[in-house]
């Protein structure tokens, strides 16, 4: 059976249990800040199991795209070593919201397994939760008892809590599950050992398929459980695994999900899969994380610096890496497997094929970029070796190659080898040690449970509509870390502060307490259905009913710089072309930063057309129409631009002005009028294919213009107040280019002359021509000079030394007949004399050169060099 259709059946099949089937959910988690990435089906669902929401349907299935690679589910290093872990997985699952539980969900597990794909009974095993004596609970007899009407109780095995207790994360919903596993050895592997021992106990061909959790519980900060408002059912069954069973193999990378891109790999690089371990570890590895990577860039997640970004980033060097070490590949390859990803997986995740190409720029780019730094790091390897006595490197260097490089240990272990070094582990295991203790120390948050005070789940915004309101706290607790102290957390019965979203900023502003005290809102954020307000201190009267007042100024000003972003995305597509499509986007009160798909610079010419076409609609005084609640469809059908990321179930916002049509969320003007004027500030690359605009708007173009104005003035001043100070400038930029050209002539006859007198310096001394001379030239030329003699001249050892701003140069220059026949060793000879100029350097044997802060040691450096030939 091939996986498309594997997986059409799954949703088929709980459609026909009366299931709503959804759309996968982001991988790339933007609203809640416990999450990086959708480790399971159940995230999106999260909070109609803690009660906090309802769902459109009590029944609901889909496959969720998930990935594994940070927090308490993190399998990045297994993956390509087994054969059965990933990264980015799919998730099929069924959920049940305080509707059918456990009896429904085995039974149609079950019958899914064995009617639907006919897996043969004899190859499965379930896990039954044991019970816990440290969270008080029992065995999960119900469970028991259900699976003992289906399956032979010898294929039934009690678990323990790390097993069979399903907990999302250190907090949250949380309950039993039982387990299916799949046994698929050879007949004679099996009759050595009965598969019932080898489950859960890491055996690559006896494996977890399908998890079924009964969620009855939350999981609070001090550790205890809670009972949830209601009993949920929650599955997840990896895809890939799936597709093993059912495709008759024992490796989810011989499936037809995997098979294609392996091939392609094959191709390209020259390399045989399933000839060495090897070679096979890195293919897999290649194969799994291209997927990770390219759903990451779909759902808008660029590979950057920080956070979910840098976790993305890690990723791809680690594919490139493996690459680079055992397929071989020193040029970027990586993105040409896109091409066969997107045909393979676009028509159940159509975003691989819409944003193929911005995929393929992206990793190609990363893959350039790191490849360069992989050469960067080889040279200093390079030096490394060359500066180490004896044949062990330090730990601290490994770790710092690591560190700057991404070189990670095993890779600098296998270049060490090559050359007969080995490196000092312990040394490594030692800073890595110390830098992740700073880390945890440094990200260490203490997140105490809610106190509540009112019990009213739904918190209304009605910021759209007003800036003040009467509000009473309905809860709040304390959130303590290193970064920002203690903080605390209120959450009202309804709210006029915007949290941030969309790119906005959240509102900050003031609590009044009925006696006049103030408690300033320093932020305010959404975590899930929460919009959650920030504060130093918590208010005195907590219960009582209080003002709750947003900074109207900063409001204003985002407000203008959000509706000018709309008509910026507007105005880009007219003038560019309907390819351009946003990528990211920040809204603040002070610029706004709009991030698209573009290959080229703009010209200054469609620089002004943008601001033309934007500055228009400021003076056409479009007033603001929005409709709320409206279905999604709707909102398609009218024209607004859909964009991947909304959830299930969404209705959404439309924000009109004139033709500008957007599903929104933030908060705009009313009238266009009210931006006052729209000014681009800058423009520039952030990866491969997008492109950056930065700008303001309102008041802070007033400021920009002002500011703009006094720096020409004073330059005309500068200038002698000339009647056209442009061609001022160009003609001092003639004049200075043409003095230029005559310093370089002097210079070089200069040096001629030079060159002439260093020669006849020359001073034979045990048949080889020494000079040690002070030379006050810069490095480069220096170097020139070096090089033009050894080329005239054999057997030559000179030394140069030269004062270059405050900094004193050594240069050694060696034949390199001389240096192998005689020993001699320039690097050697600049890190001895280094100490005189108190400083160091190195280099090869032939050409090395120091640097240091003490001129004054020259002369005794170029008195000592001598003592190395006589
Ligand atoms: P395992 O013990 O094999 O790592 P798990 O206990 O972490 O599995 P769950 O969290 O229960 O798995 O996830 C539900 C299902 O998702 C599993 O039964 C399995 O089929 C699949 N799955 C889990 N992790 C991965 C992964 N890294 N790659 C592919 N499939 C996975
Ligand atoms: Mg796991």
Redesign the pocket.
């Known amino acids: 059976m091939k996986s498309s259709e594997i997986r059409k059946h799954f949703l088929d099949f709980f459609k026909s249990k009366e299931h709503q089937i959804v759309a996968s959910a982001p991988m790339v988690i933007k609203d809640d800040p416990t999450l990086m990435f959708t480790n399971?089906g159940m995230n999106q669902f999260k909070e109609f199991f803690l009660g906090n929401g309802v769902p459109k349907s009590n029944r609901i299935s889909d496959t969720q795209k998930?990935l594994?690679v940070s927090g308490k589910?993190n399998?990045l290093e297994?993956?390509g070593k087994d054969t059965?872990?990933?990264?980015m997985?799919e998730?099929l699952g069924n959920w049940s919201f305080g509707d059918y539980f456990k009896k429904d969900a085995i039974a149609w597990a079950w019958e899914l397994l064995t009617e639907v794909y006919k897996i043969d009974k004899d190859i499965l095993y379930v896990t039954v939760f044991e019970g816990s004596e440290e969270d008080g609970l029992p065995l999960d007899q119900e469970a028991y008892d259900l699976w003992k009407q289906i399956i032979p109780e010898d294929r039934i095995i009690l678990g323990n809590k790390k097993?069979n207790f399903?907990e999302m994360g250190d907090q949250g919903p949380c309950g039993p599950?039982s387990?299916i596993h799949v046994d698929i050895r050879s007949e004679e592997e099996k009759a050595k050992l009965p598969g019932k021992d080898l489950v859960?106990k890491d055996h690559p061909l006896v494996?977890?398929?399908?998890?079924l959790?009964f969620m009855e519980f939350n999981r609070k900060a001090d550790k205890s459980l809670e009972k949830l408002p209601a009993k949920h059912v929650d599955t997840?069954?990896?895809f890939?695994?799936?597709c093993m069973v059912l495709q008759g193999v024992k490796s989810?990378y011989d499936t037809d999900v995997f098979t294609p891109l392996i091939r392609e790999i094959e191709t390209i690089s020259g390399s045989k899969y399933g000839k060495e371990e090897k070679t096979d570890i890195a293919i897999r590895v290649i194969a799994d994380h291209v997927r990770a990577v390219s759903f990451s860039i779909a759902d808008g997640q660029l590979p950057s610096n920080n956070g979910a970004g840098y976790v993305i980033r890690r990723i791809l060097r680690r594919a490139i890496r493996y690459g680079f070490t055992f397929l071989g590949q020193k040029e970027p390859f990586i993105y040409r497997l896109v091409d066969v990803l997107s045909k393979k997986m676009g028509n159940a995740f159509p975003e691989l094929k819409e944003q193929k190409q911005l995929i393929q720029n992206v990793i190609k780019e990363e893959e350039h970029s790191f490849l360069r730094t992989l050469d960067q790091g080889l040279v200093l390897l390079d030096n490394v070796m060359e500066a180490t006595k004896g044949k062990k490197i330090a730990g601290e260097k490994a770790f710092e190659l690591y560190d700057t490089y991404g070189f990670p240990l095993d890779l600098t272990q296998l270049i060490a080898e090559e050359n007969n070094f080995e490196i000092d582990e312990k040394g490594f295991e030692k800073k890595m040690e110390e830098q992740k203790s700073r880390s945890r120390a440094a990200a260490e948050v203490a997140t105490e449970d809610w106190t509540v005070l009112l019990d009213d789940e739904t918190e209304e915004f009605i910021g759209y509509d007003y800036l003040e309101a009467s509000v009473k706290i309905t809860r709040y607790r304390k959130v303590s870390s290193k970064k920002d102290g203690d903080m605390y957390q209120l959450v009202f019965n309804m709210t006029p502060f915007y949290p941030e979203g969309g790119g906005q900023v959240g509102d900050k502003g003031y609590l009044e307490v009925p006696n006049g005290d103030v408690v300033y809102i320093l932020d305010t954020k959404r975590e899930n259905n929460l919009i959650i307000h920030f504060a130093k201190n918590l208010p005195k009267h907590i219960g009582e009913t209080m003002k709750a007042v947003v900074d109207r100024k900063q409001r204003e000003r985002t407000a203008a710089n959000h509706t000018a972003t709309h008509l910026l995305h507007q105005a880009l597509r007219e003038v560019l072309g309907t390819h351009v499509e946003q990528k990211g986007s920040a809204v603040h009160s002070k610029y706004l930063r709009f991030d698209f798909s573009h290959f080229s610079k703009l010209t200054l010419e469609e620089l002004r057309d943008v601001e033309n076409f934007v500055n228009a609609r400021i003076e056409g005084k479009l007033p603001l129409q929005e409709q709320r609640n409206i279905p999604m469809e709707t909102a398609i059908e009218e024209g607004a631009m859909a964009l991947f990321g909304e959830k299930y179930g969404d209705t959404v916002r439309t924000i009109r002005f004139g033709n500008s049509i957007e599903l929104c969320g933030g908060t705009h003007v009313k009238n266009t009028a009210d931006i006052w004027h729209f000014k681009i500030r800058s423009e520039g690359a952030v990866a491969a294919g997008i492109r950056r605009i930065e700008a303001i708007t309102s008041d802070a173009t007033r400021e920009f213009y002002f500011e703009n104005n006094r720096v020409f003035y004073e330059m005309r001043d500068l200038l002698k107040n000339p009647k056209d100070p442009v061609k001022a400038i160009s003609s001092l930029q003639e004049e200075n280019e043409s003095l230029r050209k005559q310093i370089a002539t002097l210079l070089k006859d200069k040096a001629k002359n030079l060159k002439g007198d260093l020669k006849s310096q020359l001073e034979e001394i045990n048949g080889v021509q020494f000079l040690a001379s002070r030379v006050d030239l810069d490095p480069g030329k220096l170097k020139d000079l070096a090089f033009e003699l050894g080329n005239e001249v054999d057997n030559l050892f000179i030394l140069f030394a030269a004062e270059d701003n405050g900094k004193a140069l050594l240069t050694c220059y060696i034949s390199k007949d001389l240096a192998n026949e005689r020993g001699y060793n320039a690097g050697q000879v600049v890190r001895e004399l280094g100490k005189f100029i108190q400083g160091g350097g190195g280099g090869q044997p032939f050409f090395a050169t120091a640097g240091g802060k003490n001129p004054g040691g020259i002369p005794e450096a170029l008195d000592k060099v001598k003592e190395y030939i006589s």
């Open positions: 399971a998930c594994r589910h399998d297994e993956v059965y872990h990933h990264t997985f998730m097993d399903w599950s387990e859960n494996v977890e398929i399908w998890n959790v997840g069954m990896g890939e695994r799936l989810n």
